[in-house]
C-alpha cells in the first residue's frame, strides 16, 4: 500500500472534507475531531511518501494508469517530499493547537464550514506541492485561493474587505498563472512539467514562451506576496482568524514559493533565466528590495500580527533570492529557508494565536510582564525570533549561511550587505518584543517603583495549545541542527547539472 | 418572495419546461462518459431547472420541495461518489481513478471503465446541482427573505 501513499494525502482529505459539513449538520463538536483524524492519517500519508522516496527514489504516479504526456501525473522527487512533510507537519500541529482559539473566535454555526474549508487548504496545498501537471496545479492553486478566501473571511472586523482584496488580487494572479499554461500549451501541445521541460529548449526564443514565463511570474507572485505584489498579504493574515493566519502563514506561501522553484527549475530550465532572459537579475533586485521593505515596515508596526505579516514579505525575499542567485549554494539556501521559515513563522503565529487567544492583547506595547503570565509560549517565542534574526543553532541561521555563501560564490557583494543589513533589522523588531516583555518590568517602574510591582500570576494558555508550540520550537531547532541530513538526503538534488 | 409577481403565462410555462428542463440535465449528465456533456454541464442545467421554478413560484414553493439541508447534503455527497468511487479502485490494486480494475460483472474493460466514469459523472452532478442551487439560495435569503421562512433557511454553509 505504500505505493498508494502519494494519493491518500490528497483523497483522505478530500473525502473527510465534504463529510464534515454533512455530520456537522447534526453535531457541530465532532466537526474538528473529524478533521483532526483526517489530518493525521494526511501526515502518515506524506510520511509513508517521504519513506519510500527516500528508500527507492522519485515516485511517479499516474492518475487512473494513464501514462504521463496525456494523463495526470503526481511526481514526488525529494524536494517535494520534504515539502509535503512539512506541510502535513505544521498543518497537524496548528490543528490541534487551533482548537480553543477557534472556538473563541468563530461563531459556532459555522464550525462545520470552517473545517471543511481548513480541510480543503490543507488538501490543496499538498496537492500544490505533489502534482507534476501544470493545470493540474492550477486547480490546487485556485483551490487554495478559494478556500482561503473564505476562511479569510471569517475574521474579525474588517476581515471581510481583506478577503475582499485578496479576492481580485488573487483572481488576478490565478488567471495570469492559467494564461501561461494556456501559452506554454499552445506552443508545446502539452501539460507535463517533465514533457515541458524536454520540449523547452528547441522554443526558448519565441516570444510566446517569453510572455508565458512573464505571467507565471506575476502570478506565483501574487499568491507568494512577492514584494510588489504582496498588498493583499498583511491584511489578510492581520484579519484573518488567528488560527488561520497560523495556518496559511508557514504555509501558503511556501507551497508557492516551491510552485517558482518547481518552475524555474523544473518546467524551464535555469539556463533560460539565467541567460536568455534577465529573469533571474530583475527577481533578485525585487528580492533585495523586498528584504528591506518588509523589515522597515514590520519594525513601524504595533499590531503583532501585522509586524509578523510583513516580516513574511521579508522572508518570502530570502527564498526568491536564493532562487535567483542561481548557484549551487543559493539555490540549498532558498530550499532550506523554505522550512526554516515555515517552521519560524508557523511558530510566532501559533504564538501569537495563544497570546489572543489568553489575553486577547495584540500590541506589542501591551506584551509587559507576559513572560511571567505565559512562560513556556513566550520560551518558543524568544526561539522562533532567534530564528528569525539568524542566531547559529536554530534553523534560520542556517539558511541564511548558505544564502550568504551562494551571494559571495556569485560575487553579488550588495545582496550579502542587504542580507546582513536585513538581519539587523529582524533584530530589532524581535527584541523590541523581547525587551517589551522579559525587561519592561525592570526599566518602567524606575528606581522606587520596583517593590511595588504586583506579583503577575501564571495564567498560561492551554496545553493543547501550548505543547505544539513547543513542538514548533523543537522543529527550528532540529531543521537548524539537522540541516546537514536535510541538504545531503533532500534539497542537494535540485541544484541541475553544469551549475557551481 | 413577499410581493411575488403573479403571471399566468410564466407559471404555466415554467410548469410544463420543469420536467423538460430536468430530464434533460439527466440525459447530458448520463452522456457524458461517451460524448460532450458530462456531470458539470448537466449538474448546471439540473440546478438552473430548480432555479427557474424558483423565480416563477418563489423560493418557499421551492424550499417546501428540496430543503437547504438536502441541497447541502448533496453538494457533499456527489464528491463523496467521486471520491468514493476513485478511493474504491485503490482496494483492487489499481490507482487513484483507475476504473478499469473494479471487479464489474462485465465482459471488456473499457465496458467497466465507462460505468465508472458514469458513476463519477453522477457525483459531479449532484454536487454541481447542489451548489449551484446553495449559492442561489443563500442570494435570495441575503435579499431579505428570513422573515418570511421565519429561519428555516438557516443561513448558508459559506454566506456571512
Known amino acids: ?500 | 418572495m413577499t410581493n411575488r409577481y403573479e403571471n399566468l403565462i410564466i407559471e404555466f410555462f415554467c410548469r410544463v419546461i420543469a420536467p423538460v428542463v430536468l430530464l434533460f440535465g439527466v440525459y447530458i449528465v448520463f452522456h457524458g462518459e461517451a460524448s460532450p456533456g458530462g456531470g458539470f454541464q448537466g449538474g448546471v442545467i439540473l440546478g438552473s431547472g430548480y432555479i427557474m421554478l424558483a423565480i416563477a413560484y418563489g423560493i418557499d414553493f421551492t424550499l417546501k420541495r428540496i430543503r437547504e439541508r438536502i441541497i447541502l447534503f448533496l453538494s457533499g455527497f456527489g464528491v463523496f461518489i467521486y471520491g468514493g468511487i476513485g478511493a474504491a479502485c485503490l482496494l483492487w490494486h489499481g490507482n487513484f481513478l483507475d476504473y478499469g480494475k473494479l471487479p464489474l460483472p462485465l465482459a471488456h474493460t473499457n465496458a467497466i471503465r465507462g460505468l465508472g466514469i458514469m458513476g463519477i459523472e453522477i457525483g459531479v452532478g449532484l454536487t454541481v446541482m447542489g451548489v449551484m442551487v446553495s449559492i442561489y439560495y443563500d442570494l435570495i435569503v441575503a435579499g431579505g427573505n428570513q422573515k418570511e421562512n421565519k429561519g428555516e433557511v438557516c443561513d448558508g454553509i459559506l454566506s456571512r
Open chain 1, 1 to 500: 500500500m505504500i505505493h498508494q501513499a502519494p494519493i491518500l494525502t490528497i483523497a483522505t482529505l478530500l473525502l473527510t472534507a465534504f463529510w464534515v459539513p454533512i455530520i456537522g449538520m447534526f453535531k457541530k463538536e465532532s466537526a474538528y475531531y473529524i478533521a483532526l483524524a483526517a489530518i493525521f492519517i494526511a501526515f502518515a500519508a506524506a510520511c509513508g511518501t517521504l519513506y519510500s522516496v527516500l528508500l527507492h527514489g522519485p515516485i511517479h504516479y499516474h492518475m487512473g494508469g494513464w501514462p504521463p504526456p496525456w494523463g495526470i501525473e503526481f511526481v514526488i522527487d525529494y524536494l517535494n517530499a520534504g515539502v509535503l512533510v512539512l506541510i502535513a507537519l505544521i498543518s497537524f500541529l496548528t490543528t490541534i493547537s487551533a482548537k480553543k482559539s477557534v472556538e473563541q473566535e468563530i461563531n459556532r454555526d459555522k464550525w462545520p464550514a470552517f473545517w471543511s474549508l481548513y480541510l480543503l487548504l490543507i488538501m490543496s496545498l499538498m496537492g500544490m506541492t505533489e502534482t507534476g501537471d501544470m493545470f493540474n496545479m492550477y486547480v490546487y492553486l485556485e483551490v487554495s485561493s478559494l478556500t482561503a478566501y473564505g476562511l479569510i473571511a471569517m475574521g474579525e472586523d474588517g476581515a471581510l474587505i481583506a478577503s475582499f482584496n485578496y479576492v481580485i488580487l488573487g483572481s488576478v494572479g490565478a488567471s495570469f498563472y492559467l494564461l501561461g499554461v494556456g501559452y506554454l500549451y499552445i506552443v508545446t501541445g502539452s501539460l507535463n512539467m517533465a514533457d515541458l521541460y524536454r520540449l523547452m529548449p528547441g522554443l526558448y526564443h519565441s516570444k510566446v514562451v517569453f510572455t508565458a514565463f512573464a505571467f507565471f511570474m506575476v502570478g506565483i507572485g501574487i499568491k507568494m506576496g512577492l514584494f510588489p505584489l504582496h498588498v493583499w498579504l498583511p491584511d489578510a493574515y492581520t484579519r484573518a482568524p488567528s488560527a488561520i493566519s497560523a495556518l496559511i502563514a508557514p504555509t501558503m506561501t511556501k507551497v508557492s514559493a516551491y510552485v517558482l522553484f518547481r518552475i524555474i527549475l523544473s518546467v524551464f530550465h535555469i539556463q533560460f533565466s539565467t541567460m536568455i532572459i534577465p529573469a533571474a537579475k530583475l527577481l533578485m533586485w525585487i528580492a533585495a528590495v523586498g528584504i528591506i521593505y518588509g523589515s522597515i515596515m514590520a519594525i513601524a508596526q504595533k499590531d503583532i500580527k501585522r509586524m509578523l505579516a510583513y516580516s513574511s514579505i521579508s522572508q518570502i525575499g530570502y527564498i526568491v533570492l536564493g532562487l535567483a542567485l542561481a548557484n549551487r549554494m543559493g539555490l540549498i539556501g532558498g530550499a532550506l529557508h523554505i522550512f526554516s521559515h515555515a517552521f519560524a513563522k508557523g511558530c510566532l503565529f501559533m504564538v501569537a494565536m495563544a497570546i489572543v487567544y489568553k489575553t486577547g492583547i495584540r500590541n506589542i506595547d501591551e506584551f509587559k510582564d507576559l513572560n511571567k503570565k505565559m512562560p513556556f509560549t513566550m520560551a518558543a517565542f524568544c526561539v522562533a525570533a532567534l530564528s528569525m534574526v539568524g542566531v547559529p543553532p536554530t534553523a534560520g541561521f542556517f539558511s541564511k549561511w548558505y544564502l550568504v555563501l551562494g551571494t559571495i560564490s556569485g560575487r553579488h557583494w550588495l545582496m550579502t550587505a542587504v542580507i546582513l543589513a536585513s538581519s539587523l533589522l529582524n533584530a530589532i523588531y524581535f527584541f523590541r518584543i523581547i525587551e517589551k516583555t522579559y525587561f519592561s518590568s525592570f526599566l518602567g517602574g524606575g528606581g522606587h517603583g520596583h517593590h511595588k510591582t504586583p506579583t503577575v500570576v501564571m495564567t498560561e494558555a492551554p496545553a493543547m495549545m501550548v505543547i505544539p508550540i513547543l513542538l514548533m520550537a523543537v522543529g527550528i531547532l532540529a531543521v537548524g541542527l539537522f540541516n546537514f541530513q536535510i541538504i545531503h538526503h533532500l534539497l542537494q538534488f535540485i541544484v541541475p547539472g553544469g551549475l557551481a
